[in-house]
């Protein structure tokens, strides 16, 4: 009998040490991943894309107002519309 109680102390010493162990790689794994500088956030790449379109209408305010309403295709007037076809 003590044989076998001394076998289940050992194994559930033994559970919980890998147990620990397991915690403790993912309490790293998390504080490195928490910690790290590398790779790119969703609010840069947000920033990023608002920009984008700020310039892009920037751009196109400017061409109107240097070549006035011939930038982009109206469909208020009536066109021949077979060379768009």
Same mark, same amino acid.
């Given at each position: 009998m003590?044989?076998?109680? *001394?076998? /289940?102390?050992? *194994?559930?010493?033994?559970m919980a040490?890998? !147990?620990?162990?397991?915690l403790t790689m993912k309490y790293m794994?998390?504080?490195?991943?928490?910690c790290s500088q590398?790779?790119?956030g969703f609010v840069d790449?947000? !920033?990023k894309i608002l920009m984008a379109v700020v /310039?892009?209408?920037l751009i196109l305010a400017?061409?109107?107002?240097?070549f006035g309403e011939t930038i982009l295709f109206s469909s208020r007037y009536k066109h021949d519309r077979k060379c768009y076809a």
């Open positions: 003590k044989k076998f109680l *001394n076998k /289940i102390k050992r *194994n559930l010493s033994n040490v890998k !147990i620990r162990d397991h794994t998390a504080k490195t991943l928490l590398r790779g790119e790449t947000a !920033i /310039i892009g209408a400017g061409l109107y107002a240097l």
